[in-house]
């Protein structure tokens, strides 16, 4: 078992950045093996995919954050973070913490945070 917690929401002017952390607790095998990614879901929305990165380090974005985040992964490869730059309006949502082990199909999230930007 995989527990996350996620830290770093707030309320921020358009424009402005903020930076989310995750941290994976729980089965250390489990942690190395794997791949973290952030979503995110708005008031009447789904949940979307915001970013992924494996557990080799690749990365992926969905269209809408590409060249404004960037998602990296610690050294101890327990810790995801997602750097927000040149927020806007439309990035406000709860962001959740996603863990995922393709090997053995676990699927943890985090209790989400909130993120808000001002106009």
């Known amino acids: 078992q995989v527990q996350l917690v996620e830290s770093g929401g707030g309320l921020v002017q358009a424009g402005g950045s903020l930076r989310l952390s995750c941290t994976a607790s729980g089965s250390i095998l489990s942690i190395l093996l794997m791949g973290m990614g952030w979503y995110r879901q708005a008031p009447g929305k789904q949940r979307e995919l915001v970013a992924v990165?494996?557990?080799?380090?690749?990365?992926n974005y969905a269209d809408s954050v590409k060249d404004r985040f960037t998602i990296s992964r610690g050294n101890g490869k327990n810790t995801v973070y997602l750097q927000m730059n040149s927020l806007k309006p439309e990035d406000t949502a709860v962001y959740y913490c996603n863990g995922f082990v393709q090997t053995t199909g676990g699927n943890y999230w985090g209790q989400g945070t909130q993120v808000t930007v001002s106009s």
């Open positions: 990165i494996t557990s080799g380090g690749s990365t």
